[in-house]
T-cell receptor, first 114, second 114 residues
Framework: GENVEQHPSTLSVQEGDSAVIKCTYS??????FPWYKQELGKGPQLIIDIRSNVGEKKDQRIAVTLNKTAKHFSLHITETQPEDSAVYFC?????????????FGKGTHLIIQP | DAGVIQSPRHEVTEMGQEVTLRCKPISGHNSLFWYRQTMMRGLELLIYFNNNVPIDDSGMPEDRFSAKMPNASFSTLKIQPSEPRDSAVYFCASIRDRSNTEAFFGQGTRLTVV
């Protein structure tokens, strides 16, 4: 089955700086890669996703890149703000959209230092 | 819409007791997923339903775990008998359909088995 590795497990950055979280996956058939943000006491919430026919996607301060050859994808957050502090999860799915469930990475605790 | 609703939010039970977790998906969504979150193993898919039919239960850890979806607006996850290692946060998520697969998560049920 699919295996998703995520690094780092904890990331501390100064407010206003950029943060990068990286993930690798094992199943070359995976074609959908969402990123979720989880705040304390809440369920994960989708923040951005990318499909295998696209190499990069951007939404305001958040961007995701995908390298299918190397089987890795990354989340980039620019101009970080205190409200970006949370746990971020990458995930992968081979069903074309996550309709058959997601395999998650272990998560990255992002801390934004004031 | 109120989102995915899970109950209870917290459950403390003694080892050997039966535990039932409940989920109400977003109205109109036709797939429902149960995930378990622990520090050691992260977020794991346990089982998912499509149009109330269980599709893949390969993530269910043991026969002590069972899940049902008697109608489109309700699902249960039951553990009988419960064990301390079942302590985790259990999430329910729903998606609209296979072409619109953003997964919406509930707030989770924190289960503690003592």
């Amino acid at each position: 089955g699919e295996n998703v590795e995520q690094h780092p497990s904890t990331l501390s950055v100064q407010e206003g700086d950029s943060a990068v979280i990286k993930c690798t996956y094992s199943d070359s058939a995976s074609n959908y890669f969402p990123w979720y943000k989880q705040e304390l006491g809440k369920g994960p919430q989708l923040i951005i996703d990318i499909r295998s026919n696209v190499g990069e996607k951007k939404d305001q301060r958040i961007a995701v890149t995908l390298n299918k050859t190397a089987k890795h994808f990354s989340l980039h957050i620019t101009e970080t703000q205190p409200e970006d502090s949370a746990v971020y999860f990458c995930a992968a799915s081979r069903s074309g959209g996550g309709a058959d469930g997601l395999t998650f990475g272990k998560g990255t605790h992002l801390i934004i230092q004031p | 819409d109120a989102g995915v609703i899970q109950s209870p939010r917290h459950e403390v039970t003694e080892m050997g007791q039966e535990v039932t977790l409940r989920c109400k998906p977003i109205s109109g969504h036709n797939s429902l997923f149960w995930y378990r979150q622990t520090m050691m193993r992260g977020l794991e898919l346990l089982i998912y339903f499509n149009n109330n039919v269980p599709i893949d239960d390969s993530g269910m850890p043991e026969d002590r775990f069972s899940a049902k979806m008697p109608n489109a607006s309700f699902s249960t996850l039951k553990i009988q008998p419960s064990e301390p290692r079942d302590s985790a946060v259990y999430f329910c998520a729903s998606i609209r359909d296979r072409s619109n697969t953003e997964a919406f998560f509930g707030q989770g049920t924190r289960l503690t088995v003592v």
